[in-house]
């Protein structure tokens, strides 16, 4: 008769391996940039919190227009809301198995937005988002970037479970974790997309 391996037998051949990830030596941006890729399949172990220190730094590390710094970071551990919110959003059923998510959103108040400007924290929270992945990558994690914003189902969903004001947007959710499968990241080069103007 086989025997299944429980969490605890799974942890134990996983912890050898997760030590040597984080010994590893450092890579060079540009190699994390080109790495980087959608995980969407996470090991069933948490994310130390000094690693998730660790992205949220890089994530405010972005540039934003003004210095405004519009945005604001939901660190989700709780599994009931990470199932809840698997549930409700159409492109984000992996989060049912992640052990962790982190909701980028906006702060449309601030800055003293006019009509123009209202529109900045959604280009700031991005620029914020590429940095927290491309930490995620350089830190031997899986991570994702599924949308919210504009969908209006979705923002309501995320809003509601996390109980945002409403001036507080929810531009995506990042589902991160330990990926189960050596993920491969793509080649997206293509020259006929670069128009020289000399």
Request: glycine share 6%.
């Given at each position: 008769m086989k025997k299944l391996l429980t969490p605890g037998m799974l942890l134990v051949f996983m912890l050898p391996i997760l030590?040597?990830?984080?010994?590893?030596?450092?890579?060079d941006v540009f190699t994390i940039i080109h790495q980087r890729k959608s995980v969407r399949q996470y090991v069933d172990?948490?994310?130390?919190?000094?690693k998730i220190d660790t992205m949220l730094r890089a994530a405010m590390a972005a540039p934003t227009a003004r210095n405004i710094q519009p945005w604001q970071f939901y660190v989700i551990t709780?599994?009931?809301?990470?199932?809840?919110?698997?549930?409700?959003?159409?492109?984000?059923?992996?989060?049912?198995?992640?052990?962790?998510?982190?909701?980028?959103?906006?702060?449309?108040?601030?800055?003293?937005?006019?009509?123009?400007?209202?529109?900045?924290?959604a280009l700031d929270c991005s620029a914020a988002t590429q940095n927290l992945l491309l930490?995620?990558?350089?830190?031997?994690?899986?991570?994702?970037?599924?949308g919210v914003y504009p969908y209006k189902a979705r923002i309501a969903a995320v809003s509601k479970a996390l109980d945002l004001s409403p001036h507080i947007?929810?531009?995506?959710?990042?589902?991160?974790?330990?990926?189960?499968?050596?993920?491969?990241?793509k080649d997206k080069w293509d020259p006929e997309k670069v128009k020289w103007v000399e």
């Open positions: 030590q040597l990830m984080s010994q590893q030596p450092q890579k172990l948490p994310v130390p919190e000094e709780n599994r009931e809301t990470l199932n809840q919110l698997a549930d409700e959003l159409p492109y984000a059923k992996m989060l049912s198995q992640a052990p962790l998510a982190i909701v980028v959103a906006g702060d449309t108040q601030k800055g003293n937005p006019n009509e123009e400007q209202f529109f900045n924290w930490a995620a990558e350089a830190l031997g994690l899986g991570a994702l970037w599924t947007i929810p531009l995506n959710i990042i589902p991160i974790g330990y990926p189960l499968m050596d993920d491969q990241s």
